[in-house]
């Protein structure tokens, strides 16, 4: 019989109850069954093995891909007075951990994926009683994740090695395909998976078109009180930001990799006892850091996925009170991402492109920005939310579906060879040597975009490209992508997000 863990959660963790799934996933394990896990960051993904592990005969394994956030957890562990260790390379009481586990006097035990290679590592494990493996970041174990990690793959079969121990598999991040390849990876069954709700209603979501990115960001801290992270990409970016931002009156820290270990360590803790400061950050910041009244979350540049997107946003507002999230991203930012595409591994590229694909949708929809995010975790929102910039009303929002039709007319009536720069001169009847000796004045498409539509060419063009409507060829010669046909034949539509000319916008906000 399996026993009731409601007890020891409040004796344990001092929680009166489960949240979410826990509960569903905390029994899975405690009969014994292969589970893989998916819930959003702050549902409490720690508890559903921790929980177990104090419950169950023997040592939890947990496997975690990142040392840091190990000893976040460890101490997490130790607090509630759980006997927890870690077993890693800057560990150096690895000796006296390795008998506390023989001796079996540990309900956790962390370690990094790399250890399940070592014959050692195996015959440390065969040495005592084992309760549970737990994957966490699960989704590294997947080609289709956005965090692979070769070494994930080497845990299935040292699990193997162990058939009678439960494995429990969670992650934050992962789409319908993602997770189907998790739970197979890991030899759990596909019925195995529990996912829980991924919505944060509390959470409002806005994406906006780079204009002055410095000034953007601190009218959004001006609006917005309370203790904020702003991401940005590289970490001179971060510090930059830092100083930039500190005008605007709140306490402003940078955090990043090349920060002094003492440095960092500060910076994170000042912003977690803060009620007010701005922390300018990589997207390392954030892992494993509980502070659940982040009022805002700010990206000074596209983040990596919707993966990563959602997580990133989903530091704000744990407590669950209303809090914003805002995106800033520029056209040379999708520039930079394609370029990096190419260079990853050939067979990597189709993941990578459809991801970016992904995210490029969240970017340049018109409809609601809740509704495409959660899609994209499986779930179905049955009306627009409400609380997010298009929901809103955001005033930049155009259909720009008839300039798409009529670009993709060009590029096929010239023959799907011109780059983007010769299909809008056609458009527009830019006439050159070129043109008359290829014969495209004469066609239907010849001329038929002016005035205002004109500047809608060159986002549209854009738009085309990273939705796979067209393709670019080894020449540089736009092509159609497998999206075209339903554009042209007016089945879907093309929304575009497009600044406002720079020369209104100023009209607009300068003093009367
Ligand atoms: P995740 O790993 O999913 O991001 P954590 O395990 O770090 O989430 O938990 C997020 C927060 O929720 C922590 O502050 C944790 O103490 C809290 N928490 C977890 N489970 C419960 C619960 N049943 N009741 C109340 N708080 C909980
Ligand atoms: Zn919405």
Redesign the pocket.
């Known amino acids: 019989m399996v026993p009731d863990p409601l007890p020891l959660?409040a004796k344990v963790?001092g929680?009166?109850?489960?949240?979410g799934v826990?509960a569903e996933v905390v029994e899975r394990v405690l009969a014994g069954r292969r589970t893989l896990a998916v819930?959003?960051?702050?549902?409490?993904?720690?508890?559903c093995y921790q929980l177990p592990a104090v419950m169950m005969e023997g040592c939890c394994v947990v496997v975690s891909p990142l040392i840091a956030l190990m000893h976040d957890q460890l101490r997490g562990a130790e607090a509630v007075g759980i006997r927890a260790a870690t077993l890693t390379s800057v560990d150096e009481n690895r000796g006296e951990t390795m008998a506390r586990f023989r001796n079996g006097d540990l309900d956790l035990l962390y370690v990094a994926p790399e250890r399940a290679s070592s014959g050692h590592f195996r015959e440390l494990l065969a040495s005592a009683k084992l309760s549970l493996f737990a994957i966490d970041e699960a989704h590294c174990v997947s080609e289709w994740g956005h965090d692979f990690r070769p070494d994930y793959r080497l845990l299935e079969p040292l699990m193997d090695a162990f058939p009678d121990v439960p494995r429990l598999a969670l992650t934050?991040t992962a789409d319908a395909h993602t997770r189907a390849d998790i739970a197979k990876q890991l030899g759990i069954s596909a019925d195995g998976t529990i996912v829980s709700g991924f919505d944060r209603p509390n959470i409002r979501y806005s994406i906006s078109p780079k204009a002055n990115t410095n000034r953007q960001i601190a009218d959004l801290i001006a609006a917005t009180p309370g203790p904020g992270i702003v991401y940005a990409q590289t970490r001179a970016a971060t510090e930059k930001l830092a100083e930039a931002l500190a005008r605007t009156g709140r306490p402003t820290r940078a955090y990043h990799a090349g920060l002094e270990p003492h440095i960092r360590a500060k910076n994170q803790a000042d912003f977690v006892a803060s009620e007010d400061m701005v922390i300018c950050a990589t997207v390392a910041f954030g892992m494993?850091i509980?502070k659940?009244d982040v009022r805002f979350v700010a990206h000074a540049g596209l983040p990596k996925s919707i993966e990563a997107y959602y997580q990133e946003t989903g530091r704000a507002g744990?407590d669950g009170d209303p809090s914003v999230a805002h995106l800033f991203w520029g056209a040379e930012d999708f520039a930079r991402a394609r370029q990096r595409i190419g260079e990853v591994e050939p067979e990597r590229q189709a993941g990578e492109r459809a991801r970016l694909q992904s995210l490029a949708a969240l970017v340049e929809t018109a409809g609601c920005r809740r509704r495409i995010l959660l899609r994209h975790f499986g779930e179905d929102l049955a009306e627009d939310c409400g609380n997010c910039d298009n929901c809103l009303g955001s005033p930049d929002a155009v259909d720009a579906t008839e300039t798409a039709r009529k670009f993709l007319s060009a590029v096929f009536r010239t023959g799907q060879m011109f780059g983007a720069g010769y299909i809008e001169s056609v458009l527009t009847g830019q006439s050159s040597e070129r043109s008359l000796m290829n014969g495209h004045e004469a066609l239907s498409v010849w001329n038929i975009v002016s005035g205002e539509e004109v500047a809608l060419l060159k986002p549209v063009g854009r738009a085309l490209l990273l939705r796979d409507a067209l393709r670019t060829n080894p020449h540089g010669g736009l092509e159609f992508g497998p999206a075209a046909r339903a554009i042209l034949k007016g089945e879907a539509r093309v929304s575009l997000i497009v600044p406002a000319p720079r020369e209104k916008r100023r009209r607009r906000s300068a003093p009367v």
Do not use: E, N, V
């Open positions: 959660l963790f929680y009166p109850a489960f949240r826990q819930m959003p960051t702050g549902a409490g993904k720690s508890l934050a494993g509980d659940p744990r």
